[in-house]
């Protein structure tokens, strides 16, 4: 059996009792979970993105907007479902989440300030550091996603936790990406925590570890202080001016 083969078989189905592990574990420590996943639907994939409330109960469930570069060789597209990214849960106040490159996608972004998120949380894969290798963006270094973060933070006035993967030695060994300009070295971990001002609040851990980083978020204070002074989505907009259009028609293939 090929590799992609089996990324199919190991990528998970909503509907699936490896699902349904994750609501009750969220459910029994009252906690809200954002799970970044490969979605696996009739042998397709998306990449996909939950947010599970403190009950266990699934309040967005959302695809990529778009896959993006090599991506495309793997996983489709949005129905439309990626306008979902911004909901209430019990545990944690409002809670929004986007997929890696959605972050410099303005129109999309823009839609989820919108939805006056509080707390957002940017998945992204393994990050390293910038090299001046010419096939190596600097926007793709763990540099300049720790910038996407601080800028998104700024102007949603919101806290972002941006999280990412670590990748073993294993890892690297099983997708056979040694040589490959990506992936090819352990580590990549650089998640961190950034206030609505755009200020640094965790501690970093090791690159090559995994591990949980942790910060007091105050839900009120410093959010209102920011968005006092400028909020995007609010009183420093021009809507008579500029305006965001949204057609949130879910493209299925069978339409009632």
């Known amino acids: 059996m090929n590799l992609s083969s089996l990324y199919i078989q190991n990528s998970l189905k909503v509907d699936s009792p490896q699902m349904a592990t ?8 009252k906690i809200a979970v954002v799970l970044g996943f490969s979605e696996h639907i009739h042998h397709s994939l998306y990449i996909a993105q939950a947010i599970v409330d403190s009950d266990g109960k699934i309040l967005a469930l959302r695809k990529k907007i778009k896959a993006t570069h090599m991506e495309r060789t793997i996983f489709g597209d949005s129905f439309g479902d990626c306008l979902n990214s911004v909901v209430d849960t019990t545990a944690a106040g409002r809670v929004g989440a986007l997929s890696c490159w959605e972050h410099i996608q303005p129109l999309l972004k823009y839609h989820t300030y919108a939805q006056r998120e509080q707390i957002h949380v940017a998945a992204w894969p393994p990050l390293f550091e910038a090299d001046n290798k010419e096939e190596c963006l600097y926007s793709m270094s763990r540099e300049g996603t720790i910038a996407l973060a601080r800028t998104y933070a700024i102007e949603s006035q919101s806290y972002v936790l941006h999280t990412t993967a670590v990748i073993s030695q294993a890892g690297i060994d099983k997708m056979q990406t040694a040589t490959g300009s990506m992936m090819s070295t352990p580590g990549g971990g650089s998640s961190a925590i950034f206030g609505p001002d755009g200020r640094l609040l965790s501690a970093p851990i090791p ?28 009183h420093y907009s021009r809507p008579d001016l500029l305006w965001l259009g949204v057609g949130s028609r879910d493209g299925r293939h069978v339409r009632e």
Do not use: K, N
Not at 22 to 29: D, G, L, Y
């Open 207 to 234: 690159s090559t570890e995994e591990g949980i980083i942790y910060a007091d978020l105050d839900l009120d204070g410093p959010i209102q202080r920011t968005r006092a002074f400028v909020d995007v989505c609010g």
């Open 22 to 29: 994750i609501q009750r574990c969220a459910a029994e420590h």
